[in-house]
């Protein structure tokens, strides 16, 4: 665990019909890979975009196609399915999936793999300044939106609320909606808080601490030790002052890593050979906020127990980052 200051259509690859040419195997002339991301609105989605037409101007013979998807959970399914080849998702529901536990419980994909650590993901509890809400334990009670049902944030709200004395679901009056239909919410009063978990600075927010009054209020002290002890992929997290409206002061929370994931059937030259060309043409991508935020040094750091392809690895071995 490190301590962080702040400073993303279905995929299955596909390997063409072999073919013979006086007895010598020709290869496989592509790779089509299908590369579920997020939705439109968050950061992951122009990520992905920009990912895609890296790996397709770089390597030949490799086609990446990206699109939108619900986020972490339908992602991991997808590729549990073999129905994408490359994808987005945090440590922590990576850890489940890998794992069969929680969410994933019954359904464990033993083959997840790492092909890079991108950047932290941190929680971000949002509330009505004007409710008296200073910590979790406040929100008993509440109408509070904790995420859409079975996405990354409502995941989290599961581990994060309890800890505080807040009994999930049924401590909170719950609305499971999205990021969107949260600032509604809270613009018309109806809820008075919610958990976004996003990359800094989340959009959805910088609107409601914009235009609703909202503030941020901590993960701190014991609670936040306790999840620390408790869950392998958390990480602290300082959200710096003046990220957002009404926030003079740092906000201290726990964050998870955001990883770019592939199936341990990857080839292992195609894993090594995506891993060089996306972090060679880092500077390539779509220069928003969250890309400012990606650092080889931690490709291969707070994973969650999530191991690295071996195509990965060695990429990182070689490279001095592992």
């Given at each position: 665990m490190r301590k962080h200051l702040a400073p993303l259509a279905i995929l299955s690859i596909s390997a063409l019909t072999l073919s013979a040419c006086n007895g010598e195997d020709n290869g496989p002339d592509a790779s089509d890979l299908r590369f579920p991301t997020a939705s439109t609105t968050g950061v992951i989605y122009p990520l992905g975009a920009s990912m895609s037409n890296v790996w397709n101007s770089d390597l030949e013979g490799v086609t990446v196609h990206s699109e939108a998807s619900n986020g972490g959970v339908e992602n991991l399914n997808?590729?549990?399915?073999?129905?994408?080849?490359?994808?987005?998702?945090?440590?922590?529901?990576?850890?489940?999936?890998?794992?069969?536990?929680?969410?994933?419980?019954?359904?464990q994909h033993e083959g997840l793999r790492v092909l890079a650590g991108l950047y932290e993901n941190p929680n971000q509890v949002v509330v009505r300044a004007d409710q008296g809400i200073e910590s979790i334990s406040d929100l008993e009670g509440r109408n509070f939106a904790p995420g859409a049902t079975g996405s990354t944030p409502e995941?989290?709200?599961?581990?994060?609320?309890?800890?505080?004395?807040?009994?999930?679901?049924?401590?909170?009056n719950a609305n499971f909606v999205g990021f969107d239909e949260a600032i509604d919410l809270m613009r018309n009063r109806q809820v008075d808080g919610a958990l976004i978990q996003a990359g800094l600075p989340t959009a959805a927010v910088t609107e409601m601490t914009s235009t609703v009054g909202a503030e941020l209020i901590p993960i701190e002290g014991e609670e936040r030790d306790q999840l620390l002890a408790e869950?392998?992929?958390?990480n602290e997290f300082t959200i710096p002052a003046d990220t957002y409206d009404n926030q003079p002061e740092d906000v201290e929370t726990i964050s998870i890593k955001m990883l770019l994931l592939v199936d341990e059937s990857m080839d292992d030259d195609l894993a090594y050979d995506l891993a060089q060309a996306f972090w060679e043409n880092l500077d390539q991508l779509d220069q928003q906020s969250v890309v400012e935020q990606i650092d080889i040094s931690g490709a291969a750091q707070d994973?969650?127990?999530?191991?690295?392809?071996?195509?990965?690895?060695q990429f990182y071995e070689e490279n001095g980052n592992l």
């Open positions: 997808l590729m549990a399915s073999g129905d994408a080849d490359i994808t987005f998702a945090t440590a922590g529901i990576a850890y489940e999936a890998l794992h069969g536990e929680g969410t994933f419980e019954g359904r995941v989290e709200a599961r581990a994060i609320l309890p800890v505080y004395g807040v009994e999930y679901p049924d401590g909170i869950y392998p992929w958390y994973l969650g127990e999530v191991p690295l392809h071996d195509g990965a690895a």
